[in-house]
């Protein structure tokens, strides 16, 4: 499966880190072009350059997603690595969110059963869980 990752950036964290040890191949579109916390062979562009992807896209955050979902993708993931939505700020708008995770267009992925569950009872969908960014499991299910 051929699949495109969209991130804000690939600064020093976990979620980066992640991504970029990961073995299996992924195109990565970061929205920030800055430094890259761990050396990769991977293939990373901005976040306009997705849109002439082929494959299936994945977000990794709720800007992310909102850009993805007119893309003309195979399918559109959404991994819900942090639940930014909780630390508030006037660009986080409770209805808006909720919307966003509602979207059928959007296939939800939880990096933990905790975070799934947590989702669940936030939007009524159920996700799936795939910790650490082993995407190569979504060719699986």
């Known amino acids: 499966m051929k699949l495109g990752i969209l991130v804000d950036n690939l600064a020093a964290s976990q979620k980066s880190f992640a991504l970029l040890s990961n073995p299996n191949p992924a195109t990565i579109f970061v929205k920030e ?8 062979s991977k293939m990373i562009s901005c976040w306009h350059d997705a849109w002439s992807f082929s494959g299936s896209i994945m977000a990794t955050s709720l800007d992310s997603a909102r850009f993805i ?10 991994y819900i690595w942090d639940l930014e939505w909780l630390r508030g700020g006037i660009t986080q708008n409770y209805i808006a969110t909720l919307m966003l995770l509602q979207n059928e267009k959007l296939n939800l992925i939880t990096r933990s059963t905790s975070h799934s569950q947590m989702i669940e009872n936030y939007c009524n969908r159920p996700s799936l869980v795939i910790e650490n960014f082993e995407y190569e499991k979504l060719q699986y299910n």
Not at 33 to 40: A, K, M, Q, V
Request: charged share 15%.
């Open 33 to 40: 072009i800055g430094p890259i916390c761990y050396p990769s």
């Open 69 to 78: 979902l007119d893309m003309p993708a195979d399918k559109l993931y959404y």
